[in-house]
């Protein structure tokens, strides 16, 4: 996968001998000849800005009717958020939704007897148990049968909402025999801009105006209980017509809007720069500009060997059996993996704040990090070296790489390296600012044979170092430095 090469470093530099190691590269891959690029990090200059929480999730860690508990895995990456929608598939006839927690809209809302918590209620301290912070969506998971009962308008704005704030009130005030559980973030609804689509599987019947008016219901009734609730939404599926309307509506009412949520399926991470740009200056031209900014469903939606067969129709690949299955299959493998990675870097770039991936459980089909029986993939690790780099330290030092498809960050004491769609090749690794004393680092692989392991220690001496490191495409790299007490 990678080696060191100490030719051509000065000896000052060394501190013992440095061995090389032999290349855990895939059979398929083709070094280039030499060192013809580089990658470089100079912990001596800090950038002023910190590592943003995007190695969030959708849902987890209780998964199959809690009959699978991934919370181990959850606190092994260090998940920041846990946001709930579409939760544990088939069977969210039990968990999360509105329509759920009180199944008779006919009912005294008042009435504790009318609610059912328990399956939630379960769900949530787990959550809390892992360490990560709930975002609970308020509204419905996707419903795309042909009766699409439950995701559409309420047939009482006012009563929804008063729905929600008891569910509001049971989580962080204990009504209901309830818990004190301080969620900070309700998100109201998810999608509702299908709306455009007579058939929509997000807001069956309904029109964009319903949901400005139910957004305004909600956020004001919320408030009124507890104005330190940061409230906000909708979970858009993009940058759309129905985006700029609602925040539009907001402004001109004068409607709290503590974050605006969006989604996006994407291939390049590039491709989100538009995107994130397009809603940070709606925000900023409505007055919004302290709202934070949630991307809380993303993944990886592309082919890497027939992609330009159905390059525009990638939604309508999933119609087809054969390649649903092989863009499953990424999504789970060292691609998928090199992916997330190179998404996660590119987006403490980006203004965003917060990213929750599409998702944790093993019953979806979009899940990349686990297997159906809760195995990690490889793409469980992508999350894990995240969260060892953030772990680590927030304090971003100067890291980059002038090579299309490799992904470089560090703090001042990890590099995390993703070769996501660059050559697999030999490149100069430069780390710089290392001050003085013996330093040990420590490289861990994810690639095809490795999974996040620890494949090499050195040991040096000074302020930089030079060596050459061969990378190949689809890989990880997490560079874990310490110092060493003097002998």
């Given at each position: 996968?990678?080696?060191?090469?100490?030719?051509?470093?000065?000896?000052?530099?060394?501190?013992?001998v440095?061995?090389?190691?032999?290349?855990?590269?895939?059979?398929?891959?083709?070094?280039?000849?030499?060192?013809?690029?580089?990658?470089?990090?100079?912990?001596?200059?800090?950038?002023?800005?910190?590592?943003?929480?995007?190695?969030?999730?959708?849902?987890?860690?209780?998964?199959?009717?809690?009959?699978?508990?991934?919370?181990?895995?959850?606190?092994?990456?260090?998940?920041?958020?846990?946001?709930?929608?579409?939760t544990?598939?088939?069977n969210?006839?039990?968990?999360?939704?509105?329509?759920?927690?009180?199944?008779?809209?006919?009912?005294?809302?008042?009435?504790?007897?009318?609610?059912?918590?328990?399956?939630?209620?379960?769900?949530?301290?787990?959550?809390?148990?892992?360490?990560?912070?709930?975002?609970?969506?308020?509204?419905?998971?996707?419903?795309?049968?042909?009766?699409?009962?439950?995701?559409?308008?309420?047939?009482?704005?006012?009563?929804?909402?008063?729905?929600?704030?008891?569910?509001?009130?049971?989580?962080?005030?204990?009504?209901?025999?309830?818990?004190?559980?301080?969620?900070?973030?309700?998100?109201?609804?998810?999608?509702?801009?299908?709306?455009?689509?007579?058939?929509?599987?997000?807001?069956?019947?309904?029109?964009?105006?319903?949901?400005c008016?139910?957004?305004?219901?909600?956020?004001?009734?919320?408030?009124?209980?507890?104005?330190t609730?940061?409230?906000?939404?909708m979970?858009?599926?993009?940058?759309?017509?129905?985006?700029?309307?609602?925040?539009?509506y907001?402004?001109?009412?004068?409607?709290?809007?503590?974050?605006?949520?969006?989604?996006?399926?994407?291939?390049?991470?590039?491709?989100?720069?538009?995107?994130?740009?397009?809603?940070?200056?709606?925000?900023?031209?409505?007055?919004?500009?302290?709202?934070?900014?949630?991307?809380?469903?993303?993944?990886?939606?592309?082919?890497?060997?027939?992609?330009?067969?159905?390059?525009?129709?990638?939604?309508?690949?999933?119609?087809?059996?054969?390649?649903?299955?092989?863009?499953s299959?990424?999504?789970?493998?060292?691609?998928?993996a090199?992916?997330?990675?190179?998404?996660?870097?590119?987006?403490?770039?980006?203004?965003?704040?917060?990213?929750?991936?599409?998702?944790?459980?093993?019953?979806?089909?979009?899940?990349?990090?686990?297997?159906?029986?809760?195995?990690?993939?490889k793409?469980?690790?992508?999350?894990?070296?995240?969260?060892?780099?953030y772990?680590?330290?927030?304090?971003?030092?100067?890291?980059?790489?002038?090579?299309?498809?490799?992904?470089?960050?560090?703090?001042?004491?990890?590099?995390?390296?993703?070769?996501?769609?660059?050559?697999?090749?030999?490149?100069?690794?430069?780390?710089?600012?290392?001050?003085?004393?013996?330093?040990?680092?420590e490289?861990?692989?994810?690639?095809?044979?490795?999974?996040?392991?620890?494949?090499?220690?050195?040991?040096?001496?000074?302020?930089?170092?030079?060596?050459?490191?061969?990378?190949?495409?689809?890989?990880?790299?997490?560079?874990?430095?310490?110092?060493?007490?003097?002998?």
């Amino acid at each position: 996968m990678f080696a060191f090469h100490p030719a051509g470093l000065p000896a000052r530099l060394l501190c013992g001998v440095l061995l090389l190691l032999a290349c855990h590269t895939h059979p398929g891959a083709v070094l280039a000849a030499g060192p013809d690029s580089s990658i470089t990090v100079d912990f001596g200059r800090l950038t002023g800005t910190r590592l943003k929480p995007v190695h969030g999730v959708t849902n987890g860690p209780l998964c199959y009717e809690a009959r699978i508990d991934l919370s181990d895995r959850f606190r092994e990456i260090g998940v920041p958020y846990v946001r709930l929608h579409d939760t544990d598939g088939p069977n969210t006839r039990y968990l999360v939704d509105i329509s759920r927690i009180f199944p008779d809209f006919e009912a005294d809302e008042n009435d504790p007897a009318n609610y059912y918590f328990t399956t939630t209620d379960r769900l949530l301290q787990a959550i809390d148990q892992t360490g990560a912070r709930t975002i609970y969506r308020l509204g419905e998971s996707i419903d795309p049968g042909p009766e699409g009962r439950f995701a559409r308008p309420p047939k009482d704005f006012e009563k929804w909402a008063r729905i929600c704030l008891n569910v509001i009130r049971h989580y962080n005030d204990g009504w209901a025999n309830g818990f004190r559980l301080d969620i900070r973030y309700w998100e109201i609804w998810n999608e509702p801009d299908n709306c455009y689509d007579k058939v929509s599987s997000m807001w069956r019947g309904g029109t964009m105006e319903q949901v400005c008016q139910l957004y305004e219901t909600a956020v004001r009734t919320i408030k009124a209980w507890d104005e330190t609730l940061r409230v906000g939404g909708m979970a858009f599926s993009g940058y759309n017509e129905a985006v700029c309307q609602f925040v539009e509506y907001c402004a001109a009412r004068r409607l709290p809007l503590d974050f605006i949520s969006y989604h996006w399926y994407f291939r390049h991470p590039e491709a989100l720069s538009a995107l994130a740009g397009q809603f940070d200056a709606l925000l900023e031209k409505h007055g919004y500009g302290t709202a934070e900014r949630i991307f809380d469903e993303w993944n990886y939606l592309g082919h890497e060997t027939r992609y330009q067969e159905v390059k525009d129709t990638l939604w309508g690949a999933w119609s087809n059996p054969l390649l649903a299955r092989d863009i499953s299959m990424y999504q789970k493998n060292r691609v998928g993996a090199s992916f997330v990675v190179a998404a996660m870097i590119y987006m403490n770039d980006l203004p965003l704040d917060i990213a929750t991936y599409y998702d944790a459980q093993t019953v979806s089909r979009f899940c990349g990090l686990f297997d159906s029986f809760g195995n990690p993939q490889k793409t469980f690790y992508g999350f894990k070296a995240y969260g060892e780099l953030y772990r680590r330290g927030l304090e971003r030092v100067e890291a980059g790489s002038g090579n299309e498809g490799v992904y470089v960050i560090a703090n001042r004491h990890t590099v995390l390296v993703s070769n996501y769609l660059g050559k697999s090749r030999y490149y100069d690794l430069v780390l710089k600012g290392l001050g003085r004393g013996r330093k040990k680092v420590e490289i861990c692989v994810l690639n095809d044979e490795l999974d996040l392991e620890l494949s090499r220690t050195e040991y040096f001496q000074g302020d930089e170092i030079r060596q050459t490191l061969s990378v190949e495409n689809y890989s990880v790299l997490l560079i874990k430095l310490s110092h060493e007490e003097s002998e």
